[in-house]
């Protein structure tokens, strides 16, 4: 009894600050943001040194490292929607793939006349195409605040479109699944068409000026990669929000048992539509991010097994855990980065292996396994039979 | 939707004033096969109403039915003397005070015992409602005194994964309460418990019934006898039989559905 009057009497007042503070500051959060903040500040100041040292990390590591951090801020949207609210969303990168072309298309404007045709408006693929003039939804990309807004808007319009109709006509499970690796795989397709004004199966590339600053310069390199680690900072701090509140509760219900949270009253199609739009903007903002560090956006990235491939990150990192997506994606892609130099023919192979045995020995993937190893190491007895429980609560979705 | 007797539904809602639910007609086809045959049923305000029959007899259909999850190929069901059931979902059906225990229990396993009641506080429902809500004392106060009346203080903490088979019966039955229904349907509460569980239950819902209405199927007849209230029976979808627990159960037609089989 006297356990429970403490534990009312410090929640009398409910403060809006304390859940903000809390998904800043908790340990998980402190831990994650700090790690963000020491590997971009790191991989900066080590880029400063002179090319001679030991320690000095070159500009195109930068770029690359860039581009992990790009597909850890995907891996986290796709972790949102599947990890909590089990939307396992096999077309997340179409959502990145839009984000990408809103930049690419910016940056394509703000070639000008310097393209090969130097025509003083239209991109060179248009000139070739023999195109009189610019297709009006190209307007407005040559300005900079517009341009962003399509990063999210974009994407989060497709999601909303696409979710309107899935979720209210209850369409959920494997079912699910196949209709987004085909909203992704039309994508692709039309995107791959010349007429569609997108750059056909070449895409959007040779980028010069961001901002008016030159792509290729150090400067803009390490400004880039920064923003891409402020992305996932902010990425993980808004999934954390929304992930602590109530309405957190409210989605990890649905994933556990969905016809349930309906029969208490919540409109479950809502809560996914929401979730799932916010998470489509995230990868919007991803890709966005991405297309100026790798130098070219083209249809390749609609392609239903690259979106595939995110959910693998997710499901190895750990599912329903936001760190798990970021330390997924960033492994994998490292070892990607490694295994298609050095062993090309087997990266395929090594990457459905690694899946099928996360699968089997580590339902909740390589953070889940950490933990537990640490929990049984040091844990209380409380601890570890909390997450036991965690693991026998998840591993049957 | 009009019924079989071409009453139309703001008629029937005569018929069904001063009625808590008000069922008329009410038949559900699958594939030609009637779960539900024509079943007429009125529940007052208060009332605590139990219902018997073999299983496949129509109980948890109805239940599916009162609660939007299945619409009627015809008949009427009316809430509260009037609000025509069949013309909404789930979500907002649950929201005009009607609230369900499944037959299986479901609770939400990954989360506690005390986050699984403050899901189901009554609350804006809303998106944007849950993303800002807060808990509050009144919430906490709530929720303390639940978990006082289904016995899992104690389990306050604990992920309802971990809570034994009767503890997520009871765990329900609070989220249930939580709601603050005006009709509880309940659907085998007791199955799966002990002699003494079921018991316990008993009294829980007599002592809910005393501020709610409340329909409840099961099979065990100790059940229903110390529930001690008016009995339906249900047989291939519709009435059998209606009364006491005695009345009914020395009506011949009932021994011979129940000895029969
Ligand atoms: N969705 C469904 N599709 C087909 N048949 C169903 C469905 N739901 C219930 N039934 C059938 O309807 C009958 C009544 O089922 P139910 O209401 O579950 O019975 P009870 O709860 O009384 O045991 C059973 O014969 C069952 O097989
Ligand atoms: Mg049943």
Redesign the interface.
């Known amino acids: 009894m006297a356990k429970?009057e403490t534990?009312?009497e410090a929640?009398?007042?409910?403060?809006?600050s304390s859940?903000v503070l809390s998904a800043l500051t908790d340990r998980t959060s402190v831990s994650v943001l700090g790690a963000i903040g020491a590997l971009a500040i790191a991989c900066v100041l080590l880029n400063q040194l002179p090319e001679s040292s030991a320690f000095h990390v070159p500009t195109y590591m930068i770029s690359l490292f860039g581009k992990y951090l790009c597909y850890a801020v995907l891996a986290l949207s796709v972790d949102l929607v599947w990890g909590y609210c089990g939307i396992l969303s096999l077309g997340h990168g179409a959502f990145f793939a839009l984000g990408g072309y809103a930049m690419g298309m910016y940056l394509m404007r703000q070639i000008g006349d310097r393209g090969v045709y130097g025509h003083p408006i239209l991109p060179d693929f248009m000139v070739f195409l023999n195109w009189e003039e610019l297709p009006w939804y190209w307007y407005g990309f040559d300005f900079f605040p517009f341009a962003m807004l399509m990063v999210v808007v974009a994407p989060g319009a497709l999601a909303f479109v696409f979710g309107w109709f899935a979720f209210r006509s209850r369409v959920t499970g494997v079912y699910l699944s196949i209709i987004t690796q085909a909203m992704t795989y039309a994508l692709m397709l039309a995107f791959f068409q010349n007429d569609m004004g997108f750059g056909g199966n070449n895409g959007l590339t040779d980028f010069k000026d961001l901002m008016g600053f030159d792509l290729r310069s150090d400067g803009v390199r390490n400004w880039l990669f920064l923003s891409s680690a402020a992305t996932l900072a902010i990425g993980y701090i808004l999934c954390r929000l929304?992930t602590t509140?109530?309405?957190g509760?409210?989605l990890?219900?649905i994933?556990?048992?969905e016809?349930?949270?309906?029969?208490?009253?919540?409109?479950?199609e809502?809560?996914k539509l929401?979730v799932f739009t916010l998470s489509a903007m995230l990868a919007g903002v991803a890709g966005a991010l991405y297309v100026p560090q790798v130098g070219i956006i083209n249809p390749g990235e609609f392609a239903p097994l690259i979106s595939i491939e995110i959910v693998i990150w997710v499901a190895l990192g750990g599912r329903g855990y936001l760190y798990g997506a970021i330390v997924g994606a960033l492994v994998v892609n490292i070892a990607k980065s490694y295994f298609t130099v050095a062993f090309p023919e087997i990266w395929l192979f090594f990457l459905g292996g690694l899946f099928v045995l996360v699968t089997l020995f580590m339902p909740r993937g390589i953070v889940g396994l950490v933990g537990e190893t640490i929990g049984s190491a040091y844990g209380s007895m409380k601890g570890s039979a909390?997450r036991r429980?965690?693991a026998?609560?998840?591993a049957?979705d | 939707m009009t019924n079989r007797k071409g009453v139309t539904p703001h008629e029937a809602a005569k018929v069904a004033d001063g009625s808590m639910l008000y069922l008329d007609g009410v038949t559900v086809s699958f594939d030609g096969f009637k779960a539900l045959n024509s079943l007429s049923m009125i529940i007052k305000p208060g009332e605590m109403r139990a219902i018997i029959g073999p299983n496949g007899a129509g109980k948890t259909t109805m239940m599916d039915v009162i609660?939007g999850?299945t619409r009627p190929d015809l008949g009427d069901v009316l809430f509260d003397g009037g609000v025509d059931l069949t013309k909404h979902?789930?979500?907002?059906i649950?929201?005009m005070g009607i609230?369900?225990k499944?037959q299986k229990p479901?609770?939400?396993?990954?989360?506690s015992v005390y986050?699984n009641l403050?899901?189901?506080l009554k609350q804006n429902?809303?998106?944007r409602a849950?993303?800002?809500?807060?808990?509050?004392?009144a919430d906490?106060?709530r929720i303390?005194e639940l978990l006082e009346l289904t016995r899992l203080?104690a389990q306050r903490d604990?992920?309802a994964?971990?809570l034994s088979h009767g503890q997520k019966q009871w765990l329900e039955i609070g989220?249930l309460l939580a709601?603050d229904p005006r009709l509880l349907l309940v659907d085998e509460p007791a199955a799966g418990m002990t002699d003494a569980e079921t018991a316990e239950t008993a009294v829980l819902l007599k002592e809910i019934a005393k501020s709610h209405s409340v329909v409840v199927v099961e099979h065990d007849m100790d059940f229903v006898r110390d529930l001690d209230v008016r009995v339906t029976v249900l047989h291939e979808g519709s009435v059998l039989a209606e009364g006491t627990l005695d009345q009914v159960s020395s009506n011949d037609r009932v021994i011979e559905v129940y000895l029969g089989r």
Do not use: C
């Open positions: 429970a534990m009312t929640n009398t007042t409910p403060r809006y859940w929304v509140s109530r309405m509760k409210v990890i219900a994933r556990d048992a016809s349930r949270a309906r029969f208490l009253g919540y409109r479950v809502y809560y929401f909390r429980a965690e026998m609560g998840g049957d | 609660t999850k979902d789930e979500a907002a649950a929201s609230g369900r499944f479901t609770v939400f396993e990954s989360h986050d403050i899901l189901a429902r809303t998106a849950t993303l800002f809500a807060m808990t509050g004392k906490e106060d303390n203080t604990l992920l994964a971990n989220m709601q």
